[in-house]
């Protein structure tokens, strides 16, 4: 029957119809935002970030872990005390950034 839909419904599309388009456009939609975040870089614990957000990175003449906030977006460095830190280089955490301030 052409007014069917494949579960049997005389209607073209039944609940069953309705919630399989929704799934599909909800993981089309997921599929584009997954693309956009894969873009975004990492810090050193493999934490993908957005620009400005704090991040944190051991600091020898401070002797301690210090936030590095101000991330801007390509080339996604900050300026410290005139050298250039990449969020590759910190960490996500003080806690990540002073477990690794050894390595
Ligand atoms: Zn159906």
């Known amino acids: 029957m052409a007014d069917e839909c494949k579960h049997g419904s005389l209607r073209r599309a039944c609940p069953i119809c309705l919630r399989d388009d929704e ?3 909800l993981r089309a ?3 584009q935002l997954r693309e956009k ?3 975004l ?3 050193a614990d493999g934490v993908r970030v957005i620009p400005l957000i704090d991040t944190y990175v051991f600091h020898p003449v401070f002797g301690d872990c210090i936030i590095i906030a101000n ?3 390509r080339p996604w460095t900050t300026e410290l ?3 250039v830190v990449s969020v590759a280089d910190c960490y996500s955490t003080r806690e990540a950034a002073e477990a690794a301030k050894g390595e």
Do not use: L, R
Request: charged content about 40%; hydrophobic content about 30%; glycine content about 6%.
């Open 41 to 43: 870089p990492k810090t």
């Open 29 to 31: 939609e997921i599929e």
């Open 81 to 83: 005390m005139g050298n």
């Open 37 to 39: 975040v894969d873009k």
């Open 71 to 73: 991330h801007q977006a």
């Open 23 to 25: 799934i599909k456009d």
